[in-house]
């Protein structure tokens, strides 16, 4: 027992002195030499400073403490979103963001939110949630009904449409996608309408008086051009101006995103713009090349599907030949997604073939110095046994 009392002073002993460690040799309690620098030219190692286990365990205590809190007052939320007093539940999600924010306290508080008609608010931190995960469902799909409440229709279909490729099979999300999808042709015919009501107007004018008068004004003049427009012309014509006023718009809808393109950060945000450049090559190219290579893994994580992989490979050889050290950086980085090797054994036929044509005609022609580096990658891509 006495050698048990004495071990333990001993140690109590050699733990309260660990703060006072000498910094020079010591013979018979005498310095001897010049001080030891171990941490600093600048003066004696103070171990005390650079590592105080109380401190740390500390600092440790206090944020295990915070998360227990926060979870505390998250749950303490959903009792009070239980029973419908939505204020209570916002500040008690707000707490829990406080003391340590995530994904599900702010996905919870946007709840709230859409409860109370706080629509700008709940379609934040739907937004701030994302950003924590960008693959929790719930977020797309509140977010979803925040931008349909804001009148953001084109946007809700969006989230709607992510979250349902997510998760294929959820009903509820198939149920809201198709209101929201709804909600948007109505809109589309709204405005359609709207266009065609004008024409077919300008159309009946022109049956009852026989020539148009079409007034073309400038800065400078202005000039009256008459011309006659057979009436069993008009319903061609008018869809002629239709398709031309629709094309414009796109037009000019693509010129503006090509202003507005900024560098993704998640697999929703990428999917999002390259779908809103659909059909412009050049657009998408632009959106690829200012997304950094070595970000691809960390933006698509687990959410790279089989039809996105191959569309970046054909955006890619479409400027593989001018930027051929940056094609290939696309190439080597996109092997580093998460599941590559999955998507790249779940191609279809068709994509196979088609990636096959796309190697040896585009990639392997006009190999240069890259032939090795191509050759390698032929094989992450499957087209070598």
Same mark, same amino acid.
């Given at each position: ?13 050699? /733990? ?14 005498? *310095? ?20 105080? #286990? ?6 440790? @205590? ?7 809190? +926060? ?23 707000? *707490? ?33 949630? @994302? ?10 799909? &509140?977010?979803?009904?925040? /931008? ?11 989230? +709607? ?29 709204? *405005? ?20 148009? !008068? ?13 011309? =006659? !427009?057979?009436?069993?012309? =008009?319903?061609?014509? @008018? ?8 094309? &414009? ?24 713009? /390259? ?17 950094? #290579?070595?970000?691809?893994?960390? !933006? ?13 490979? &054909? ?23 998460? &599941?590559?090797?999955?998507? !790249? ?27 090795? =580096?191509?050759? +390698? ?9």
């Amino acid at each position: 027992m006495k050698l048990q009392a004495r071990g333990k002073q001993t140690l109590r002993e050699d /733990w309260s002195h660990t703060s006072e460690l000498p910094t020079s040799p010591q013979v018979n309690g005498t *310095r001897v030499g010049k001080p030891t620098s171990i941490g600093s030219a600048a003066g004696p190692y103070n171990y005390s400073e650079n590592y105080n #286990p109380i401190s740390h365990l500390s600092s440790e @205590l206090v944020s295990e403490e915070n998360n227990i809190n +926060a979870n505390s007052e998250k749950e303490l939320g959903n009792e009070f979103f239980k029973l419908k007093k939505f204020n209570e539940a916002i500040d008690c999600y707000s *707490r829990s963001i406080a003391l340590s924010p995530t994904a599900v306290a702010y996905a919870n508080r946007a709840m709230a939110y859409l409860k109370i008609k706080r629509f700008q608010e709940a379609e934040n931190d739907c937004t701030e949630a @994302l950003n924590l995960d960008d693959r929790y469902i719930k977020a797309y799909s &509140r977010r979803s009904t925040a /931008w349909k409440e804001l009148g953001k229709l084109k946007e809700s279909i969006e989230d +709607a449409e992510f979250a349902l490729k997510l998760e294929p099979q959820n009903q509820e999300i198939k149920k809201q996608y198709g209101e929201v999808k709804a909600l948007y042709e109505k809109e589309i015919l709204k *405005r359609v309408s709207g266009a065609t009501g004008v024409f077919a107007q300008g159309a009946q004018i022109s049956g009852k008086s026989g020539p148009v !008068i079409e007034s073309v004004s400038s800065s400078s003049q202005k000039l009256a051009e008459v011309r =006659t !427009i057979p009436a069993k012309k =008009t319903h061609q014509e @008018l869809d002629e101006s239709v398709q031309e006023l629709a094309a &414009r718009a796109a037009d000019l809808a693509k010129t503006e995103a090509a202003k507005n393109i900024a560098a993704p950060n998640s697999a929703y945000q990428f999917e999002v713009s /390259w779908r809103g450049l659909s059909g412009d090559r050049n657009l998408q190219t632009h959106l690829l090349k200012i997304t950094s #290579p070595a970000m691809l893994p960390r !933006i698509f994580k687990n959410a790279l599907s089989a039809s996105m992989l191959m569309d970046i490979l &054909r955006c890619v050889a479409t400027f593989f030949i001018e930027d051929m050290n940056l094609a290939i950086r696309y190439l080597e980085d996109l092997t580093k997604v998460p &599941r590559f090797d999955m998507i !790249i054994m779940c191609l279809s036929s068709t994509d196979k073939s088609e990636l096959l044509k796309m190697w040896e005609e585009v990639f392997c022609k006009g190999a240069g110095g890259h032939t090795a =580096t191509l050759g +390698a990658l032929c094989f992450k891509y499957g087209l070598k046994q």
